[in-house]
């Protein structure tokens, strides 16, 4: 018993110790892992990334990816200065690149390392649906989701290892190993999960809309990634991501918001919507 206090002793004491501040929230998050430790890593698997795929340069669509990626770095820029972050991104390496590959699916690593598929174009649909998706993935980075996917993982797993020793009996013992997973799973990790997806919507929303396009089309680009999908999803509570209709829901509410943030930049109007094909 001495043993597992000493154990959760040191945790308390780590967790106190490795916090950082989301700029965008203003709360204290997990940061067992530095972004001087992250970002190399991250870059390091991004270029192995690009060794195994078909690059797609100079065409027409992957000039846009480059231009709205750097149209959301430059409003990440504006915002993070003008709310007295200066300095935030000075370890981000900004890069963007498509891969022709039908995956239907876009991320952004931790520094700034950004991919888009061409998959994912056709559900996109225009240059505003792209700063959308590119929008809430830049999000992710900027409020360093990973990082503290990361520190939870470590934690998960910490706790697992406490529990083990702390347990001496080998019934007792078997019977956490098996409800612990699912437990710390269902109750901790998916709604942590969840609770990124939502945050990186919100950032997402303002930075496309300082970027100078419109908010009110994100909500409009999940009806069509919910069409792609064909209703074939887990129930939300068994899922990283919320519900389609919860993610569609939430977008619309947060648009008007979007909006008057973009206003404090200087933006009147959006640029207009033009449906591409590539």
């Known amino acids: 018993m ?86 935030y ?29 061409t998959g994912i174009l056709p559900i996109a649909q225009s240059e505003t649906g792209v700063a959308a998706i590119m929008g809430h993935e830049v999000a992710h980075a900027l409020a360093n989701h990973g990082q503290q ?22 019934q007792t013992r078997d019977a956490f190993n098996q409800y612990y997973g699912v437990g710390s799973n269902v109750l901790g990790m998916l709604p942590f999960s969840r609770s990124h997806e939502t945050e990186a919507d919100k950032i997402g929303l303002y930075l496309m809309g300082i970027a100078g396009y419109n908010p009110t089309e994100a909500s409009n680009l999940w009806v069509r990634m919910k069409a792609n999908s064909g209703g074939e999803a887990p129930p939300e509570m068994l899922s990283t991501h919320p519900s389609n209709d919860s993610r569609i829901a939430n977008l619309k509410a947060l648009a008007p918001q979007a909006i008057e943030e973009s206003k404090k930049f200087g933006v009147s109007s959006f640029r207009p919507i033009s449906n591409f094909n590539y």
């Open 89 to 117: 991104l000075t370890d981000y390496k900004w890069e963007y690149n498509l891969i022709d590959d039908p995956t239907v699916n876009a991320w952004c690593m931790p520094g700034g390392k950004i991919v888009f598929y």
């Open 149 to 170: 996917r990361m520190s939870a993982a470590y934690i998960q797993q910490g706790l697992a290892v406490a529990g083990n020793v702390a347990i001496q009996d080998d």
């Open 2 to 87: 001495k043993f597992k206090n000493v154990i959760i002793a040191c945790s308390t004491i780590a967790l106190f110790l490795s916090c950082a501040t989301n700029p965008f929230t203003g709360k204290s998050t997990m940061a067992l892992v530095p972004n001087s430790q992250l970002f190399p890593t991250a870059f390091a698997q991004y270029n192995q990334v690009l060794s195994e795929s078909n690059v797609e340069t100079g065409t027409a669509r992957a000039d846009m990816i480059t231009r709205v990626g750097q149209r959301i770095a430059v409003a990440a820029e504006r915002w993070l200065n003008a709310n007295g972050h200066q300095g």
